[in-house]
């Protein structure tokens, strides 16, 4: 799963133990090495699905850790590029491979933004908010975007019940949680707490027109649905 210029085991052990913010700090140097960065083949994918709906001026990646998304970004906008993360280290990773973006350091639930954005797109990120606080990511992404601007991110269908995928995201999320009730400060990172219904109407809460395409690219499933989702929410005009 990790290329040898990943992290060792004894680092990842160390940000396992850590809070969020300094857990992605001391992954930082590392973290383009690891299967938590988002495939290429998925932000191509995204990209390709989101070309239609252009043309962009300004955008926005929320949670954009190194940058992995600016490309998607680069794509299909023509104005500017900003990134925002609450990690120091992962933007100074974003910093040297990516000099040409804006790179903000602050919570996304607390975006310093105006309304000045018509694209914002998020990778990866969302199993870092507890589903309470969705809306309140989801209202502060809505108010950086000018009215009609879009709020796109992919949503994967979930594992079949019974596979080891869905095995292994359940475990994963009960040892996080484990983790959680015995050691401080928490890391919250919950794989199965983004679902789908609870997206729609949450984004719906924050003033949000909801759409869903499928990623083509990705293929569809045995059962004929996409492999993978985009959420195009757009902010309606007032």
Known sequence: MFSPEGPTLRELTRQALSSVEHGYDLLAATFDAT????????????????????PFDSGLD??????AGFGVLRSVCAGRITGVDFSAGMLAEARRAHPD?????????????????????????FGHFRPAEQRALFAQVHAA????????????????????????????????????????????????????????????????????????PLGLREDGSPRCRLVVARKRHR
Not at 158 to 184: I, Q
Request: aromatic share 12%; glycine share 8%.
């Open 35 to 54: 299967p938590f960065r988002t495939p290429d083949r998925l932000l191509t994918a995204v990209a390709e699905t989101l070309e239609p709906l252009g």
């Open 62 to 67: 929320v949670c954009c850790g190194t940058g």
């Open 101 to 125: 973006a804006t790179l903000v350091r602050a919570d996304a639930l607390a975006l310093p933004f105006a309304p000045a954005f018509d694209l914002a797109v998020s990778f990866g990120a």
């Open 145 to 216: 975007l000018r009215p009609g601007g879009t709020f796109a991110f992919p949503l994967p269908a979930p594992p079949r019940v019974g596979s080891a995928p869905y095995w292994t995201l359940l475990g994963f999320d009960a040892a996080m949680r484990l983790r959680n009730a015995v050691w401080r400060p928490p890391f919250v990172m919950y794989y199965r707490t983004f679902r789908l219904a609870d997206v729609r109407a949450r984004l719906a809460d924050a003033g949000f027109a909801v759409e869903l395409l499928p990623v083509g």
